[in-house]
């Protein structure tokens, strides 16, 4: 527990009481003057997003944890600063087709949280990486150094809390002109679906699908249902979120509401906080706990139950429907063993709490070449064992958190391609995790509509 033995549940909380708790995966920064210069400027710069935005996600999320919508969380492990425009637009397409296929199959309403205008920064097992016996500081995301291997790339380097900034504002300028200017029309539904996965399976599924709205668009406009009710159907909300990982970074965006008087972290709409980071009385949590803005945090296969009620009682005393969202990721062969205890515990205690299955981080291994991937299955896997958890339980499975990209990559095994240990070379272009790439998107999403159309039975 670090130097920390203060309790922070009840105790006063400031933008930066978390200075006083043990913060780890903090880089270490060469210089504490620069790093003040830029936090100092940090925080004279405009909110990226509003406090009536996080509100309006966490009014979507309460609806989320009654069972009455169902949470898609999606982006990149890792953005980079070099991410094009194209690449953005297209990630933002297969969310969107994503949560068109969901809907259309169950009837639930999808709530559309990206990891995306501010996934800098990385947590990581080690501080160090070794290449040729030359030892280096680890990459840990765009935010603080660069990917290249060199004294000079991996020094971390306050002027990028800037950059991310920056580059956070430029993405969510991007999606908002996307999400409101009538690229995300269910009229569109068509030009959503990329080429290369309109070729596979799950894309041909999705023309399929595609098809079947356009006909039911038309048909409301035959029958005088047009102008302002379906502009409805030409807008969507889409919230951003990332992992709240650099504290000082976070701080400076901390800005108290003028409405409300509360405080809210205006670096992205929903925020969390990593699986190496959730100690309880670390930093972390001390920060996220003050902040109003809807949250979640990562449970590892090593959660145990009575840590998960202190984390929901520090985390949302208050109880309040829709501020806390759990996010599991314990692989697909401990998930059944684990989760439905601490399930019940939650319930239990009635604390209201949107169940997320992160299937991605529990389930990571390398391959012989060397490249570190997952296998669809196993993903399908662990997704299927968090459904079955909560149907024992009589929990509600409320969503899913997935790594993945618009582009046509080759870092998760498996899927309708079917893409094997040799095929990872060909367009392994991850700074960080494997991410699923468009059509193994497509394909999963059908799974989890197919999912969660039994467990509504
Ligand atoms: C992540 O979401 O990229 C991540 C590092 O996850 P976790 O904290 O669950 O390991
Ligand atoms: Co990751």
């Not at 043990?22 to 880089?27: G, K, W």
């Not at 319930?347 to 992160?358: F, L, S």
């Not at 991605?360 to 662990?382: A, P, Q, V, Y």
């Not at 080759?410 to 790439?437: F, H, V």
């Amino acid at each position: 527990m670090g130097k920390s033995s203060k309790k922070s549940k009840g105790s006063e909380w400031k933008p930066d009481t978390w200075k006083s708790f043990e913060a780890s995966q903090q880089p270490i920064w060469p210089n504490n003057d620069s790093l003040q210069k830029v936090l100092d400027e940090l925080s004279a710069l405009p909110p990226l997003v509003f406090a009536g935005e996080a509100r309006k996600l966490t009014q979507q999320l309460a609806a989320v944890s009654q069972g009455k919508a169902f949470l898609l969380q999606a982006g990149d492990c890792a953005e980079s600063f070099d991410t094009s425009a194209d690449s953005i637009r297209d990630r933002l397409r297969v969310i969107l087709q994503m949560a068109v296929i969901l809907t259309y199959y169950t009837g639930v309403p999808v709530v559309k949280v990206g990891r995306i205008a501010g996934q800098f920064a990385k947590p990581r097992s080690s501080d160090t990486e070794t290449v040729d016996g030359l030892e280096l500081p680890s990459f840990r995301g765009h935010m603080v150094n660069d990917i290249n291997f060199n004294e000079d790339s991996r020094a971390a380097n306050p002027k990028r809390l800037l950059t991310a900034y920056n580059r956070a504002a430029a993405t969510l300028n991007l999606l908002r002109a996307f999400t409101k200017g009538g690229f995300a029309a269910l009229s569109k539904v068509h030009q959503w679906n990329r080429e290369f996965v309109a070729a596979s399976p799950a894309g041909q599924r999705y023309e399929i699908l595609a098809d079947e709205i356009d006909r039911a668009v038309s048909f409301m406009q035959a029958c005088g249902i047009d102008g302002d009710k379906l502009s409805e159907l030409s807008e969507v909300d889409f919230h951003t979120s990332h992992e709240a990982l650099i504290l000082g970074y976070e701080e400076a965006l901390t800005r108290q509401d003028s409405l409300t008087g509360e405080w809210y972290d205006c670096s992205a709409h929903m925020l969390w906080i990593g699986e190496r980071t959730r100690d309880l009385g670390g930093a972390h949590i001390e920060f996220l706990r003050g902040v109003n803005n809807p949250i979640g945090c990562k449970l590892g296969p090593d959660a145990n139950a009575k840590d998960v009620l202190t984390l929901c009682e520090t985390l949302n005393p208050e109880k309040i429907h829709g501020r806390l969202t759990l996010i599991s990721r314990m692989g697909s062969e401990t998930v059944s063993e684990k989760l439905p205890h601490i399930l019940e515990t939650v319930k239990e205690a009635g604390h209201p709490v949107v169940w997320v299955c992160d299937p991605m981080h529990g389930n990571t291994f390398s391959t012989e070449n060397g490249h570190k991937t997952r296998h669809f299955d196993d993903i399908l896997k662990e997704i299927t064992g968090f459904f079955e958890a909560h149907s024992k339980v009589g929990t509600y499975p409320g969503g899913v958190h997935l790594e993945l990209t618009g582009d046509d990559v080759t870092e998760c095994l498996g899927g309708g391609a079917q893409l094997d240990a040799d095929d990872l070379s060909k367009r392994y272009e991850t700074m960080c995790d494997p991410r699923l790439n468009g059509s193994q998107s497509i394909d999963i999403a059908f799974r989890i509509a197919e999912l969660l159309h039994k467990s509504q039975l």
